[in-house]
T-cell receptor, first 114, second 112 residues
Framework: NAGVTQTPKFQVLKTGQSMTLQCAQD?????MYWYRQDPGMGLRLIYY???????DKGEVPNGYNVSRLNKREFSLRLESAAPSQTSVYFC?????????????FGPGTRLTVT | GENVEQHPSTLSVQEGDSAVIKCTYS??????FPWYKQELGKRPQLIID?????GEKKDQRIAVTLNKTAKHFSLHITETQPEDSAVYFC???????????FGTGTLLAVQP
């Protein structure tokens, strides 16, 4: 039982390049989330998927797109990376129903945009 | 939307002392209040949570109290140990959504 996995662990991009961050969970959770973490800013929600087939914007969606590929996988795409997107990105999953709202986080992806 | 404020941003205590971190929120319909601990370079992990129908919850050396009238909740750590050193985040689940809104974090340093 691997929990939530993310790839890659580290990435360096040049301004304007694109990339996709991958996330998968093996807990059969309904909901999945993408956060970014910047110093002094806490965890800010980029996009989330309440269930397979649905996605919604969070607090900071500009410059990102997501795909809920199936119940297990939720990817985050940067179409044209900018230095302001330098951050640590966490994926999380949760059952998010029947009173069970604990979110389980992946190990994170450290992204640097130069 | 929901607004969560967390204080203090940094906290330094001596080993064995108590630590208290406080969060305030704005949406009176919020009903779930977790606390996450994040060690350096690691992922956040849930350490304790409380629901709106309960005023206090304890788990060994940690406890959370909730004041729904005043819209604030607090994390209490007693008999602190060096391994308690980490960043702690409070969060609030919006009343009408499955989204958690996180506070900005508290860096707790426990001095041996």
């Amino acid at each position: 039982n691997a929990g939530v996995t993310q790839t890659p662990k580290f990435q360096v991009l040049k301004t304007g390049q694109s990339m996709t961050l991958q996330c998968a969970q093996d807990m059969n959770h309904n909901s999945m989330y993408w956060y970014r973490q910047d110093p002094g800013m806490g965890l800010r929600l980029i996009y989330y998927s309440a269930s397979e087939g649905t996605t919604d914007k969070g607090e900071v969606p500009n410059g990102y797109n997501v795909s809920r590929l199936n119940k297990r996988e939720f990817s985050l795409r940067l179409e044209s990376a900018a230095p302001s997107q330098t951050s640590v990105y966490f994926c999380a999953s949760s059952e998010a129903q029947d009173g069970d709202y604990e979110q389980y986080f992946g190990p994170g992806t450290r992204l640097t945009v130069t | 939307g929901e607004n969560v404020e967390q204080h203090p941003s940094t906290l330094s205590v001596q080993e064995g002392d108590s630590a208290v971190i406080k969060c305030t929120y704005s949406d009176s319909a919020s009903n779930y209040f977790p606390w996450y601990k994040q060690e350096l370079g690691k992922r956040p992990q849930l350490i304790i949570d409380i629901r709106s129908n309960v005023g206090e919850k304890k788990d060994q050396r940690i406890a959370v109290t909730l004041n729904k009238t005043a819209k604030h909740f607090s994390l209490h750590i007693t008999e602190t140990q060096p391994e308690d050193s980490a960043v702690y985040f409070c969060a609030v689940l919006g009343g009408a959504t499955n989204k958690l809104i996180f506070g900005t974090g508290t860096l707790l340093a426990v001095q041996p």
